[in-house]
């Protein structure tokens, strides 16, 4: 029994299809498979997997993924195949990356999930390459002590300007 809520080959082409007639989607699918036939998939059903050549061609006029059509035409049939997963994430296309692309995805999501594991059980597990520095002290600034640098500090700049003038004005006098 399939208790997947997930669509079904008919669903997922009628989502995918939009507004295109089955003609301009089977052009897109290199002719396989023909519109006829995609019409009566889409409103009759079918009894038995499609064609490599249908999914192949679909895929690309749809642009889903070859798994998504055959997961889709697997509930149409009833086998249940468990895709509904949510605990799986599947990257599409991320199988042409490079190499060295797919080991640092590979190593990143295998770290994460040691660490969500780690979590889960209550033990803490601290990283090796993790330097714990010192908490800086918790110390306010002195405003009052600033403030009164800055009085003192204002009070001794007037009082070098006061005795300029006063040196300016003597010399003013002679």
């Known amino acids: ?77 009833g086998i249940d195949v468990g895709d509904d997963q949510e605990s799986d994430l599947v990257l599409y296309g991320a199988g042409r990356l490079p190499q060295e692309s797919k080991d640092v995805l590979r190593n990143t999501a295998a770290e994460l999930l040691n660490w969500q594991e780690g979590r889960r ?14 908490a800086p002290k918790k110390s306010r600034p002195d405003f009052e002590r600033m403030a009164g640098n800055t009085e003192a500090e204002s009070e001794g700049k007037h009082e070098a300007a006061r005795a300029s003038r006063a040196g300016e004005e003597s010399q003013e006098l002679e």
């Not at 998939?41 to 999914?55: A, L, N, Y």
Request: charged share 25%; hydrophobic share 40%.
């Open 1 to 77: 029994m399939n208790t997947n809520s997930s669509p079904n080959f008919q669903q997922l082409v009628m989502e995918h299809k939009k507004d295109d007639s089955f003609e301009a989607i089977s052009k897109r699918a290199g002719g396989v498979p023909k519109a006829r036939a995609l019409q009566s998939i889409v409103k009759d059903g079918f009894t038995r997997m499609p064609s490599q050549e249908t999914i192949a061609g679909l895929s690309r006029a749809l642009r889903l993924s070859p798994r998504e059509l055959v997961l889709a035409a697997a509930r149409t049939l």
């Open 121 to 134: 059980g209550g033990a803490s597990q601290e990283a090796d390459n993790v330097v714990q520095f010192p």
